[in-house]
């Protein structure tokens, strides 16, 4: 999939609220330090994983799925595998009537299910991740390709 530099900076510019589906409590995760990286850029990042639901990453509470967000989402992120995608596409469209964008990490596609959200006049990215996007495009990459914003000890 092609997205224009405008597309996608339009999007990372607009987002306010991301709910992450699949974020994980460990760090070395990416779906751990992505979520981390997207909340120190000021998105409200709630993190969304039924195996850690109840404690907090981000500066709040882990959820065990979408239909436990009280507060209207911006863009779902999806760190699952495709095949999960119908079922997460599905619960988003039911509980947020206002939803966005969906995004779909790198890896993570899905024809029909992208279609049934854009149908419904939602923006889909698939097989991208917001953190390079957003690094790529604000500037922020470093001459090794990739910031994971780990501050190294050595001087």
């Known amino acids: 999939m092609v997205y224009s530099d405008p597309f996608l900076r339009d999007i990372l510019t607009r987002v306010k609220t991301?709910?992450?589906?699949?974020?994980s409590a460990n760090p070395v995760r990416p779906s751990y330090y992505v979520a981390r990286y997207l909340s120190l850029k000021g998105f409200t990042v709630?993190?969304?994983?039924p195996g850690v639901a109840g404690q907090e990453l981000f500066g709040q509470q882990v959820v065990a799925s979408l239909s436990q967000i009280t507060q209207p989402v911006d863009m779902v992120d999806i760190?699952?595998?495709s095949d999960a995608v119908p079922g997460i596409v599905d619960e988003a469209l039911a509980c947020f009537p206002k939803l966005d964008v969906i995004w779909m990490q790198i890896g993570v596609q899905h024809t029909e299910a992208a279609a049934k959200a854009e149908a419904r006049g939602i923006t889909v990215v698939q097989n991208r991740c917001p953190k390079i996007e957003y690094q790529r495009l604000f500037g922020e990459l470093r001459m090794a390709g990739f910031n994971t914003g780990v501050i190294s000890s050595r001087l």
């Open 79 to 81: 760190f699952r595998g």
């Open 18 to 23: 991301v709910a992450v589906v699949g974020a």
């Open 46 to 49: 709630i993190p969304v994983n």
